[in-house]
């Protein structure tokens, strides 16, 4: 009995300190995901925010007069397939938020943004 006691003490110590630490991380991960506020990235140097896009799907339709905001963060969106979760994400001339999927799209061009005036 005394050479069963001398071998559980440190092995049961061990697996009371796994089941800890397992907890603590489950907590510190709950906590992180709970105040987590990104929900997309934007990328530096590759479009400015006030830019107008047109982009060209690979089924051949073209998405025009558009403005970048950015992609999908996948890490925020748990649970959710792999194809919904990598999205780009514009926005219309009404304010409208389109999410395309990032693996149909062939082509973004910047388009230049002229201001007309109208004169009386």
Partial sequence: MNIFIEWMAPIAAICIGIMILAGFFSIIGMIKDRFSTVKYFKMKKFLKDSDCVSI????????????????????????????????????TQDNRRIMIRADTIRMIEQENKIQTTTGS
Avoid: H, W
């Avoid at 089924?59 to 649970?79: A, E, M, P, Y």
């Fill in 56 to 91: 060209l799907l690979s089924s051949g339709k073209s998405v025009s007069n558009v403005r970048f905001v950015g992609f999908t963060d996948s890490s925020s969106f748990k649970g959710l397939p792999y194809s919904l979760a990598n999205m780009l994400i514009c926005e």
